[in-house]
């Protein structure tokens, strides 16, 4: 049955963005995945559940419905609370993680895209990280070399670019424009994302090296920011802060159904006229979501600030 | 069946705050309500559908869950569109409700309240409206009786008192003081509201002249926004821009499992796991809603300052 | 000809609101002011002056044009750079300062009021530190003095207003009516001031405990925000984050023709000349206004939680 | 005298971004400028005024300190009055002269560039004429040359990309890289100016085919905003919304000194003391710069709207 619905959600707008929600969903079912490795690490006395999952190879791209490559799940209950001894060791796993993904391109010239809405709050997180970033590229062109040195910094700028609704353009092309003409090493670029499960959202970092694929999530996309459409390493940094309006219904019905035997037809049925009438173009969000976004921008502000300036 | 669950969902958060929805959900046992009066008119050759809801007595009340008064709920399905030949006979509309349930207190000092939380967008909608109003009290004050004859307007004065979360005290409590200390002779409170139906979102005005009560509707509560509390008639003007969590997860499982045989301990069983693991203060709303809200509080603006100004 | 210059710019808008500016133009001529005390102070090892003004009576009140009271400023070259080792200590020096202003009263309910317009950047400063204050009054009204205690917290309530052109009403008219209304024991109101010279903007704060007095700023005025008018202690604390127009001109001016030789007549008929056609209704900023009140409304912020809750 | 002066204001950063204001100082001594013609028209029964500057040869250029093109000054006092019957022949105007310097260019993609810091009252008319526009482009793409068709639009995108400041880049390198992606036909540039005059703030609008000069304004800058550098047509729209403080200092005193019998010396040794000690980086703007703003951005918007969309 849940192949069928699960499908049915693929081809709506019902989904989640976090590589380690689809890994669960075949866990349910004690499931290994080939192709896919996942790790868990914890910080020690910190409420921080770290996972990693490793999609190696085609099996593992097919079965997950997202690209090879590396996501780094970071799991912060209080991510939204206002406590700086939690935020401390928490900032340390991003930069920790971040350097890890760039590799050899943690040093040379990054370029910080905010992306999302800033007019719609829990789309917000993007352009408020950039609002918060000290950016040097500027600094450093004028200073010199001497000056970089000095404060132990890499080379960093930064845009917000909007969405299409605003722009016209798709992210992708505006980004593509920027980076060949400013030719930055590596892209990271901030976003918030749809998680499948409530209890995700303002408490998980998901960071990767596979950039960020729009729709179904996996191909040569024409607007995709990833390293074979931008031709630069791209990083993504996303935090879930809604549920799409279709996949809360479909999996409160799901839960309540099973086992009561209805047929897979009977609920796909209902599942489109759901979509279609009701909650398609919707999102779900909690009600306090202006507050933890500001504070999960400052977070990840600071450690991109950190990653990339030693001195600050 | 949906006694019971309607009761749950008042207990809980999953509600409407219009009464044309109140009204309508006994509709569909083709009910006539004792003590409630409903007429409808048109705009013509406008899509738009005036439907007044008036409670009359108690009976009425208890049915409704709403105080004794007057309901005019405005169906505008072009609200969120940037058309101007829409906009102009809509504001007529709003203005003409305005007046009517304002009777005599049409002339003299009016304050207008902007509720809700200016940071996260469905909830602006208040903000935005004060952000475009054209306050006179202080201009009348120091130029005095001549000028605001010559200008043919009353005295309006505005403020957006923000939510509890941000100021530590009740919007009661705010406006009551300011009421006390500059005397209008009635508020106007603007606020977003709930629906119960997605398709109400960005498409309905309420104007009422039974002003604002939180929580369950009906009684003395201290912290209502009505004539009783604050000692001045409040006209309460309300767009719903939110669908509950809650309400729109028990709405769409009601109707998928109308006659399919569950007993109603069943179902108010999952309603409460529903709740309280999963949606309880998480709110639905539209993709597009920072557009919608912005257009839709310049059309309420709009409107308030023509009612109060006659040369603007 | 001081005398006259000084005169004519308080009749306009020409001002300063820091009392050390208006103690330092009675240095210049080595003048010990009557009824006026100054005390200087130090942060050791850090950039940070203490001076306080003590106008001790009505000799003192009316050579400084200030009510009776005290004046602390706090000197803080560096306030408006974003280093943690500096704003911490200089964060305590401002909680030490409120706590002595407030004496006695530092136990009791406090309203945090954020005064200007949050739409003009410099004058944003208080609406600001109002967005980042971590407000309990209504906590401690739902979960009681047990909580209170536990966390060592004083009940905190806040609001920005606005400004008059947005509310019509005067400042003082809704602070009045919310302070009769929910009764809190103080008022600490934020505000941004006109200081005289460039040199002070983004790097002073006053803390003071006479409130603000609109206008020539001694007197019994209807719309000042003291203790006479609304019944509670007021503390102010300002940041010089513009110079008056007016100001800025005739300063310049008069430094130039020092012992130039010119009439006191044909300077004053200048100036005033300067001010109607030119400059009165302007304000001068510096060109990074907009990080530097990001940057110092976290400071007051800051200090006002660790002021009134010990455990955030 | 002034030579000496003017001379050191373009040094500095004392200047005017108006063409009219340029040519204005030279008629202060009845000269007839060399290779520029100024032509000047009003909008009948309207206090509009329109001035055309052309700068037709090098002999212009060299003269004016602008580069050689048509600016259009439309002078409009009533610019930040909220009167629909004054801003809409305004509009007419505004969208009439961007298609007499587009010429045949009018037809084909456009990209609106609102160039400014949002976060800075005065300098965010740009960024606030972005967020009033109908972007188009994603649409005719979406839905076709039919649906373009069909509402008389033409593709048009927009960006506001910030200031150095927040993104480390250059406008000039973010807006050519956009440019080469999207390859649209020609860009509007909005921007915030400073002018000479108090009395042209908020009331003036200039429109060029020059596009916009940083600095000094003449000659082949790498961070021009022309068609020689970024390889398409650039139209740039202009509200004067600051005076640079250096600017009102030297003008104020300048008018004073007059012929009082000062050496060029003295005034010069003056001038750079006040911009070395006082007023460089400080802006002088107007106390209701927030509300003009606002409006203007709207008449602006509309313009741009309007010319590129007939069915609006």
């Known amino acids: 049955m849940k192949e069928e619905i699960k499908r049915s959600s693929a081809n709506c707008n019902a989904r989640t963005d976090l590589a380690l929600e689809v890994r669960e969903s075949f866990e349910e079912d004690n499931v290994e995945v080939s192709g896919v490795v996942l790790e868990e690490d914890y910080v020690q006395d910190k409420d921080i559940k770290i996972t990693r999952v490793i999609i190696k190879d085609e099996h593992g791209q097919a079965a997950m419905g997202k690209p090879i490559g590396t996501y780094i799940t970071i799991e912060a209950p209080r991510l939204q609370e206002d406590d700086e001894t939690y935020h401390e060791p928490l900032t340390d796993e991003i930069v920790k993680y971040i ?67 605003q722009t016209g353009m798709e992210t992708s092309e505006i980004l593509k ?10 892209l990271i670029a901030i976003d918030a994302l749809a998680a499948r499960s409530v209890s995700r959202l303002n408490t998980t970092i998901q960071i990767t090296d596979t950039g960020i694929s729009p729709g179904s999530g996996v191909g040569n996309h024409r607007n995709a920011l990833n390293e074979e459409c931008l031709g630069v390493k791209v990083i993504a940094i996303g935090v879930p802060t809604v549920v799409d309006g279709a996949t809360i219904v479909n999996d409160t019905l799901e839960r309540f159904l099973d086992g009561k035997g209805f047929s897979e037809e009977e609920m796909y049925k209902f599942m489109e006229e759901v979509r279609e009438k009701m909650v398609c173009n919707m999102f779900v969000t909690p009600k306090g979501i202006d507050d933890a976004v500001k504070r999960i921008s400052y977070t990840i502000s600071e450690a991109l600030n950190q990653c990339f300036c030693q001195t600050i």
Request: aromatic letters at 4%.
């Open 99 to 165: 350097k890890e993904l760039l590799g050899e391109d943690k040093e040379g010239e990054v370029l910080i895209a905010g992306l999302g809405n800033r007019e719609v709050t829990p789309d917000a997180l993007g352009p408020k990280v950039v609002d918060n970033l000290f950016v040097t590229r500027h600094l450093i062109r004028e200073y010199g070399e001497e000056f970089k040195k000095k404060n132990q910094m890499e080379s960093m700028s930064a845009i917000a670019p909007g969405v299409m609704g």
């Open 177 to 186: 424009g920027i980076i060949k003409q400013t030719k930055p090493k590596c």
